[in-house]
Structure formats: C-alpha cells, structure tokens
C-alpha cells in the first residue's frame, strides 16, 4: 500500500486517519486484546509486510528492532507495542507503517492494519490529564469509528524520545538579539503536543515575546474572538493584542489550515501574520498552506529558525 495524493480541500477541517491495531496475548489465559491506533495519512508513505532486518549496533530503546533497506534508505524499525508497553502476538502476518515527518523517515511494526477513514478534527476528543499520564502523553487525540475506541498517537514525541541526543540549535544571532532588545511582541501559539508546546514557548519567551498558548485550534480562536471584541466593542489596537500566530497543523476540534483560513477571512483578525509550524509541512503539502492563507510555514525539524522567520514577518506588518 503506497500513500497517494490527499484529496481534500484546504482548509474544511478535515484529515485522513488510517487506523491499525496491536494485538496482545495474555500468557496466562492465551486471551487475546487488540488495541485500535491511528495515525494521520499525511505521515505515512507506505504499508509493508515485515522485511528482513539487520541489527543496530547499540540501539537507544529496546523498542528498536534493528533497520532494513528500503529503496537504497536505511529506515530504522520501532516495535510499537512494546512502546506502548505490550507483548506483541507473533502470529499472523504482521504490518510495518513506513512514515516521514519532520524530514525522518521511521517504520513502526503492527499486528495489522484495517483501513483509512476521512474525519473532521470535531470529532477528535483531546486526551484527558488522567489519559495522558498513564500514557506517557504519547496520546495526542481519541475518536469513535464504528464503535471502536481509536488511539491516535503522538510519533512525533516517541521518535523524538528514542532521539533525545539529537540537539535542536535555538540560539539566535547577536544581530536578531540586539533587534529584539526592547520589543514586547504579542504572540499566539497552538499546538496539541505538549513536548512541542513548550518548545515554542520557551523559544519565543526566551527572546523576549509575550506568549498566549493554547492546546487546539479550537481554544486558540475562541481567545481571538476575545481579541476582536476588543478591537470592536473597546476600541483597542490589534497590534497591542496579537502579533503573529504560529500553529500546528494537526489538533483535535480545530485543525491549524482551518484556523488560519477563519483568521484570514476575518476583516479583523486578517492582517495578523500567521506561521505554521508542523511536522508534516513538505514540497508536497505545502501548497495547502498557502491556499488557505498562511504567511510563512516551517517543520518542526527547523524550529531553531524560527525566531528569524518571525521577525521576517514582524518587519513587513
């Protein structure tokens, strides 16, 4: 199974989910358990069975079953369930999911895989905080297909956990710093990973911006309803309120496409400088981004630049 073209409009709020479980045998009853996952199509380049493997030297988690050669790339293998803290039953013809974000390509082993379901983010539920902790925050959304429960999964949080040593380069220039001396820039930030988040809010507090961060698109545009009302009703000055709004693309109840197309038809919200920044921003989504408006777009691969592609759009408003 090869991925191909997303058709979807930009914009409506909808994603493409394919959905694939793990099955755990209880050693002491032989009862089996399946668990349902999913993950955003846009990530997933290709569905294989399991190849042959060749072990890696001193692999950072257990999880990490060895590598194989996929079309002259070296693509790393991740045991899911053990991830999740399952035994995976060996029977059967077992799945691997090849992925690419954040410009990586990674594979992670399933028991199986069911099929793609076109869904608008109304229906992804956040996880709750109970949720999340028994989970190691490795749960990004929950939704209900065919009265299955459907887990979908934070990738980019386990890769970056089986990557810890990787360092992301935030230091900016002592050019950048001397020109935000003294700025008090307002900025909104969106984004249903924690890990990611914080990153950005740390990133922008760091270098001197007052942050108003939200966990979902939803959240986010009920603040800038609260800004408009302002503009509206008390006549404040958008550019005391709002800067510039970086979010994601993937988030539960509001996705970052849809977000910025409200903001961007809004005659008062319009003018705010909009980046997203996102994991699965490629030459081939791209296009998605501007159609529905946004200003700059960034992976998260880069985020070390982004201070400077804020400041790009800082300068033209």
Known sequence: MSRSDILLESGTNEFEVVEFYVDE????TGNVSRTYYGMNVAKVLEIIRLPELTDMPDASHPSVMGAFDLRSEIVPLIDLSQWVGKK?????????????????ITSFLVSG???IYRLSWNEVKAPNIQLSSLTSNSITGIVRLEGKIVFLLDLEKIVAKLNEQTVVNTTVSSEMKKELEGTSYKAVIADDSTMARNMVFQLLTDNGFEVHQFENGKTA?????????KVT????????????AILDIEMPLMDGHHLTRKIKED????????????SIITESLYHKGVSVGADAQISKAKIGEL?????????KG
């Open 25 to 28: 045998e209880n050693t002491e």
């Open 88 to 104: 995976l039953q060996k029977t059967g013809v077992l799945k691997v999911i090849v992925t690419e974000f954040n410009q990586v």
């Open 113 to 115: 895989v069911t099929r």
């Open 221 to 229: 545009w009920e603040y800038l309803e609260e800004v408009k009302a």
């Open 233 to 244: 009703n008390e006549g404040a000055n958008l550019k005391d309120l709002v800067n510039i």
């Open 267 to 278: 005659p008062i919200l319009k003018s705010i400088p909009i980046m997203l920044c996102s």
């Open 307 to 315: 201070i400077e592609k804020a400041m790009d759009l800082l300068r």
